[in-house]
Antibody, heavy 119, light 111 residues
């Protein structure tokens, strides 16, 4: 079964840092581009970041550019999101998702991990 | 404010047909990027419902269909069932943002 499992969420003070992980299983992780998407409480989905299959090309939403860093370890089948200078507005459930070739879509999603930034 | 615009809510009675619109611009849907749709049941992760404007992943009932024209797209649900009550999101790629964009989401209520 193709699966993504996020971890690393928690409560952090404003200005602090957190690193999220997303462990992939059941598919060839190194063949897929990957995304992070977040959802603030009671709000809609917001795209955060995307990384190509070999980890040398990344894109970010303007709201996190310069503060968040996406990376991956294909040997460990794991995607990461390093979040620095956290703000209250970064409070959300963070999902990792897989992008199948050629469609710019997200076909497999994790269950999400919750990040709460206290001010 | 989302880059893609969806109605906040739609509703319909069981068995009826509803549509959800998604309006973009010349840098996303109008730039010929595909539109994708997701269903999010309460308290769960999003699930891919339609990809590439009109394709259904394996396991998605044919009651769900998608279409795209110009700078807009639509999701249609026929034969509404109580289990369809959920939030629905459209998504595309935006060339000016170099990333994905989502609609604000539409809450479907089955009356």
């Amino acid at each position: 079964e193709e699966q993504l499992v996020e971890s690393g969420g928690g409560l952090v003070q404003s200005g602090g840092s957190l690193r999220l992980s997303c462990a992939a299983s059941g598919f060839t992780f190194s063949s897929y581009w990957m995304h992070w998407v977040r959802q603030a409480p009671g709000k809609g989905l917001v795209w955060v970041s995307r990384i190509n299959s070999n980890g040398n090309s990344m894109n970010y939403a303007d709201s996190v550019k310069g503060r968040f860093t996406i990376s991956r370890d294909n040997a460990k089948n794991t995607l990461y999101l390093q979040m620095n200078s956290l703000r209250a507005e970064d409070t959300a459930v963070y999902y990792c998702a897989r992008e199948p070739a050629a469609y710019y879509t997200m076909d497999v999603w994790g269950q999400g991990t919750t990040v709460t930034v206290s001010s | 404010q989302s880059v893609l615009t969806q109605p906040p809510s739609v509703s319909g009675a069981p068995g009826q047909r509803v549509t959800i619109s998604c309006t973009g611009s010349s840098s996303n849907i109008g730039a010929n990027y595909d539109v994708h749709w997701y269903q999010q049941l309460p308290g769960t992760a999003p699930k891919l419902l339609i990809y590439g404007n009109s394709n259904r992943p394996s396991g998605v009932p044919d009651r769900f269909s998608g279409s795209k024209s110009g700078t807009s797209a639509s999701l249609a649900i026929t034969g509404l069932q109580a289990e369809d009550e959920a939030d629905y999101y459209c998504q595309s790629h935006d060339s000016s943002l170099s990333g994905s964009v989502f609609g604000g989401g539409t809450k479907l209520t089955v009356l």
